[in-house]
Structure formats: structure tokens, C-alpha cells
């Protein structure tokens, strides 16, 4: 079984027991489970349903290792660069962005 649901603009494929990072989202420090309502798809290896865009009453209930707070996680570092042909006009910027590390707990169709 597995479900597709949409994060912070992103569109994930999940399935039980899986491990991803996420955007990082809105939760309180001392959370222990989030749920995430935004869900496109679901496959149940019998039959598959398809939301209009999302597909109502379905929910994946996901859990963080230790704490909300603690479950954050640094991305790898980019650095963008913006160049033009002139004399000293280049400029290096660098971005790191932070996810929410989460374990898929259930899948509710």
C-alpha cells in the first residue's frame, strides 16, 4: 500500500514505515505525531482512488523519531550564483534549507 500526498508545494510517494523529510511545517515543540490531510492517491494493491485533487476523509498519520523540535534536519548547502560579464560583478550566495524528518505511521483511505 502506498499514497501520494502533497507538503509545502511537493508531492511525496509514501508508504508504511517509510522515512522522509518534509518541509518544515507550523508544529508544536513537544508533538509527537502529525497528520497530514493533503493526500492525491491512494493503492491498495486492489484498487486505487484518486482525489479531485485531494480525496476527502483520508489522513497519514506520521510520527517524529524523538521530538518535533529535535526532528529537524539541515538539507545539503546550495550555492546559487549570479554572474554577469562585467568587472567584479559576481555574487555567490549561500542557502541551506531545514526539513522535518517524519515516520510514516498509517495510511487511512
Do not use: W
Not at 485531494?54 to 521530538?67: D, E, I, N, R, W
Not at 546550495?78 to 524528518?101: C, D, E, T, V
Amino acid at each position: 500500500m502506498y499514497a501520494v500526498i502533497e507538503q509545502g508545494g511537493k508531492q511525496y510517494k509514501i508508504a508504511q514505515g517509510d522515512c522522509i523529510n518534509i518541509e518544515l511545517a507550523d508544529v508544536s515543540p513537544d508533538a509527537k505525531t502529525m497528520e497530514l490531510d493533503k493526500v492525491l492517491l491512494i493503492n491498495d494493491d486492489k484498487k486505487v482512488k484518486i482525489g479531485t485533487p485531494y480525496l476527502k476523509g483520508a489522513k497519514v498519520v506520521v510520527s517524529f523519531q524523538t521530538t518535533a523540535e529535535e526532528s529537524v534536519v539541515k538539507g545539503k548547502k546550495l550555492y546559487p550564483m549570479h554572474f554577469r560579464r562585467r568587472k567584479n560583478s559576481k555574487r555567490r550566495i549561500g542557502h541551506r534549507q531545514k526539513y522535518l524528518q517524519v515516520i510514516v505511521d498509517k495510511i487511512k483511505a
